[in-house]
């Protein structure tokens, strides 16, 4: 236009629209400029929570925060597939499918996950499985840390973590995706209209499958846009299937009898987490003790019981055998010891009892004795606790299935102490909070002591659910 304006002798025209060109040209540069640098910003906001979210890790002390990196040991992951699907108890062939294993795959490092991934073709989704504390979320929480800070995969822009336990809070909520991340990226609220969802290399961690409440109807209807709307099953199936944001990787970590929720034509790569080798094991104790001939000792021990010493490839038994055998060594002076599996959950029940009742050491002795019969009725409401919520198959509780158990949620006294080292509360979204033992191993020896208390009183009642199971 410009130049057909100077044909015709429209200098002073061709030269204000020539004028009015470039600066409508500079707002627009001076507004890309502007997004461009609220989203870097944004980013970075993003960056410094996600590193408040994963910088320390839960080591049965509330009242002091233990650095991942300082405990952080390496696990054995290797890649897996969705064959034999282990629907018994997972401790029954942790041995032999460690041994069998770590001959046939290769391991994979923490921060190596999407490089091998990439490696196998073009599906963008990783299926973590592991038993129950075997660290698949310590294992991602280490991930998230290592980009944060900048040792690794720079090549990603976003990382978004969302465990299951909060997702199930809003499951029956109608959401597009930026809503449904809004919720646990506050920070996100003003990129509505951003170029993050279509310039930007996003990951979306999708941490316990198994605490899923979700239906995941993979046959169901897609979301193709983030703008869409719909149920989160909906959208989280819509992401596995690549239909909503293609580009996106996904990983998702899960206990293996509830990985086969997601078809296998999805998953590019599987991987599985195997715990500790046995010298990593070593490793673990090496580094939680200053006192190297304390844990020479507590590991000489547990090579004495090959159940003991079984356990300790999954790292939360490795917490609990350390916080049990590191009294019995130091606080007891004992030399010879010998333990069961049983032994170790009731000394360690014992420990935090006393870790209590140490508080009103100054007290009488009567007064002693009334805050350890008060832990002895806490430990029945939570063996009650466990029992019901074993029956149902549920690793996490909320405050109504506490209530049922007659455990009040309203006292911050009935989290102190004992409670505590075994028994974690989380605050989710909306402040809603999430409970969960710290291991299944926990639940399950506390569901146990239901059962026997069960039998000492003569509760059939209670005890008709194992006839109706084994009958049926």
Same mark, same amino acid.
């Given at each position: 236009?410009?130049?057909?304006?100077?044909?015709?002798?429209?200098?002073?025209?061709?030269?204000?629209?020539?004028?009015?060109?470039?600066?409508?040209?500079?707002?627009?540069?001076?507004?890309?400029?502007?997004?461009?640098?609220?989203?870097?910003?944004?980013?970075?906001?993003?960056?410094?929570?996600?590193?408040?979210?994963?910088?320390?890790?839960?080591?049965?002390?509330?009242?002091?925060?233990?650095?991942?990196?300082?405990?952080?040991?390496?696990?054995?992951?290797?890649?897996?597939?969705?064959?034999?699907?282990?629907?018994?108890?997972?401790?029954?062939?942790?041995?032999?499918?460690?041994?069998?294993?770590?001959?046939?795959?290769?391991?994979?490092?923490?921060?190596?996950?999407?490089?091998?991934?990439?490696?196998?073709?073009?599906?963008?989704?990783?299926?973590?499985?592991?038993?129950?504390?075997?660290?698949?979320?310590?294992?991602?929480?280490?991930?998230?840390?290592?980009?944060?800070?900048?040792?690794?995969?720079?090549?990603?822009?976003?990382?978004?973590?969302?465990?299951?336990?909060?997702?199930?809070?809003?499951?029956?909520?109608?959401?597009?995706?930026? #809503?449904?991340?809004?919720?646990?990226?506050?920070?996100?609220?003003?990129?509505?209209?951003?170029?993050?969802?279509?310039?930007?290399?996003?990951?979306?961690?999708?941490?316990?499958?198994?605490?899923?409440?979700?239906?995941?109807?993979?046959?169901?209807?897609?979301?193709?846009?983030?703008?869409?709307?719909?149920?989160?099953?909906?959208?989280?199936?819509?992401?596995?299937?690549?239909?909503?944001?293609?580009?996106?990787?996904?990983?998702?970590?899960?206990?293996?009898?509830?990985?086969?929720?997601?078809?296998?034509?999805?998953?590019?790569?599987?991987?599985?987490?195997?715990?500790?080798?046995?010298?990593?094991?070593?490793?673990?104790?090496?580094?939680?003790?200053?006192?190297?001939?304390?844990?020479?000792?507590?590991?000489?021990?547990?090579?004495?019981?090959?159940?003991?010493?079984?356990?300790?490839?999954?790292?939360?038994?490795?917490?609990?055998?350390?916080?049990?055998?590191?009294?019995?060594?130091?606080?007891?002076?004992?030399?010879?010891?010998?333990?069961?599996?049983?032994?170790?959950?009731?000394?360690?029940?014992?420990?935090?009892?006393?870790?209590?009742?140490?508080?009103?050491?100054?007290?009488?002795?009567?007064?002693?004795?009334?805050?350890?019969?008060?832990?002895?009725?806490?430990?029945?409401?939570?063996?009650?606790?466990?029992?019901?919520?074993?029956?149902?198959?549920?690793?996490?509780?909320?405050?109504?299935?506490?209530?049922?158990?007659?455990?009040?949620?309203?006292?911050?006294? #009935?989290?102190?102490?004992?409670?505590?080292?075994?028994?974690?509360?989380?605050?989710?979204?909306?402040?809603?909070?999430?409970?969960?033992?710290?291991?299944?191993?926990?639940?399950?020896?506390?569901?146990?002591?239901?059962?026997?208390?069960?039998?000492?009183?003569?509760?059939?009642?209670?005890?008709?659910?194992?006839?109706?199971?084994?009958?049926?």
């Amino acid at each position: 236009m410009v130049d057909v304006l100077r044909k015709i002798n429209q200098n002073d025209l061709a030269e204000q629209l020539q004028n009015e060109h470039k600066q409508a040209q500079t707002e627009d540069n001076m507004k890309t400029s502007v997004s461009v640098r609220e989203l870097q910003n944004v980013l970075k906001t993003h960056k410094n929570n996600m590193k408040m979210k994963t910088k320390y890790i839960f080591e049965g002390n509330k009242e002091t925060d233990t650095d991942l990196k300082a405990v952080y040991t390496d696990l054995f992951i290797t890649e897996g597939d969705m064959k034999d699907v282990n629907q018994e108890h997972e401790i029954l062939k942790i041995d032999d499918a460690f041994k069998s294993k770590k001959t046939l795959n290769k391991p994979i490092k923490c921060n190596d996950i999407f490089t091998e991934l990439r490696k196998n073709n073009e599906l963008k989704i990783v299926l973590t499985k592991g038993v129950a504390g075997i660290g698949k979320t310590v294992f991602v929480h280490k991930f998230i840390l290592d980009w944060v800070e900048g040792e690794s995969n720079q090549d990603i822009d976003c990382v978004f973590l969302l465990p299951f336990r909060e997702i199930n809070v809003i499951k029956e909520r109608e959401v597009s995706l930026h #809503e449904f991340l809004l919720k646990f990226n506050p920070e996100l609220m003003f990129l509505e209209k951003s170029k993050l969802y279509t310039e930007y290399k996003l990951v979306f961690i999708f941490d316990g499958l198994d605490e899923s409440r979700l239906p995941l109807n993979f046959e169901s209807d897609t979301l193709n846009t983030v703008e869409e709307r719909s149920s989160v099953d909906v959208l989280f199936t819509s992401l596995v299937k690549g239909k909503l944001l293609p580009s996106a990787l996904v990983w998702v970590t899960s206990r293996p009898a509830a990985a086969n929720q997601i078809p296998p034509q999805y998953v590019g790569l599987f991987t599985e987490v195997q715990g500790f080798t046995d010298l990593q094991k070593e490793e673990y104790f090496r580094k939680r003790f200053t006192d190297q001939s304390l844990s020479s000792r507590i590991i000489s021990h547990i090579k004495t019981s090959r159940s003991l010493y079984i356990m300790c490839h999954i790292p939360v038994f490795c917490w609990i055998t350390a916080t049990v055998l590191q009294d019995i060594l130091t606080e007891n002076n004992e030399e010879n010891i010998s333990t069961t599996l049983t032994e170790m959950y009731i000394h360690f029940l014992r420990i935090q009892m006393n870790m209590k009742s140490q508080k009103y050491g100054k007290q009488q002795d009567g007064e002693c004795s009334e805050h350890l019969l008060l832990n002895r009725e806490m430990i029945l409401k939570l063996a009650k606790l466990a029992f019901e919520q074993l029956k149902q198959e549920n690793i996490v509780f909320y405050e109504k299935d506490l209530k049922a158990c007659g455990i009040d949620v309203s006292k911050d006294a #009935e989290f102190t102490g004992m409670i505590a080292q075994i028994f974690k509360k989380e605050v989710g979204l909306y402040k809603r909070k999430v409970f969960c033992f710290v291991h299944l191993s926990v639940q399950e020896f506390l569901a146990a002591v239901h059962v026997f208390t069960c039998y000492l009183k003569k509760n059939k009642q209670e005890l008709m659910f194992f006839f109706e199971k084994f009958t049926n």
